[in-house]
């Protein structure tokens, strides 16, 4: 495997009105299509990359995601690190932001505690939903967001835009709804999870409480493994 370029991995940008040379990541992963899942899932992990390029002499001949693994976990019961517990794997202490914040506090969230998406809390603490960087892009996709860039959450000229990303609050964007599962439910039974519905992230519960977060790329670092 190879990194192009030293720097942070970084993934998808979306500025409006600007090239695509001014937004993108400086930095990728690339893989010939022979390398063994359990190896590319490693270099992932390392640069917590969600996507990695496949080439083969001829080019560029896919793109491995963190999503695809998770979902090929989902299938396969033998797959690498499917066996872990999600509480060996999982993000805690849960990252969550109110429903009625605005958009712009739950970018500055993200960034401060390096995640992709944050659980939801509604009325009386509950948990509805979750936002993620993809809700923010697509945010922005939409034309009402400048300046957004994916997982580092960077802003032109290093400020954040005004206009609608305070004035909206994150129940706009969030993706409603969430999956749970326990602590001691297994990284194949989150990928399943994953993978029968198009997820990207999975609530752990214990105690009847939320204690972590399990995402895709949680999965990649238990294929990976130590």
Not at 97 to 116: K, N, T
Not at 184 to 197: F, S
Request: charged share 25%; glycine share 14%.
């Amino acid at each position: 495997n190879a990194l192009r370029r030293k720097g942070p991995v970084v993934g998808e940008a979306v500025i409006r009105n600007r090239a695509v040379r001014e937004a993108m990541s400086g930095a990728y992963l690339v893989t010939p299509p022979e390398t063994a899942v359990k190896a590319a899932a490693a270099s992932m992990a390392r640069y917590r990359a969600h996507r990695i390029l496949v080439s083969d002499r001829s080019g560029v001949c896919g793109i491995l995601t963190a999503f695809d693994l998770a979902r090929a976990a989902g299938r396969r019961k033998d797959f690498p690190g499917s066996g872990l517990r999600v509480s060996e794997v999982m993000n805690r202490p849960v990252a969550a932001i109110g429903s009625e914040d605005s958009v712009r506090d739950a970018c500055l969230r993200m960034a401060r505690q390096d995640v992709s998406g944050l659980l939801v809390k509604g009325e009386g603490g509950r948990s509805i939903g979750f936002v993620s960087a993809t809700d923010l892009v697509g945010f922005e996709a939409a034309g009402r967001v400048a300046g957004f860039s994916r997982r580092e959450f960077r802003w032109q000229k290093g400020a954040l835009p005004g206009g609608q990303t305070g004035r909206t609050p994150v129940s706009a964007v969030m993706t409603p709804g969430l999956y749970a599962v326990k602590g001691g439910a297994t990284v194949a039974e989150a990928a399943g999870w994953m993978e029968r519905h198009g997820i990207h992230r999975v609530l752990v519960e214990g105690a009847g409480k939320a204690v972590g977060i399990v995402a895709a790329i949680d999965v990649v670092r238990a294929i990976a493994g130590p």
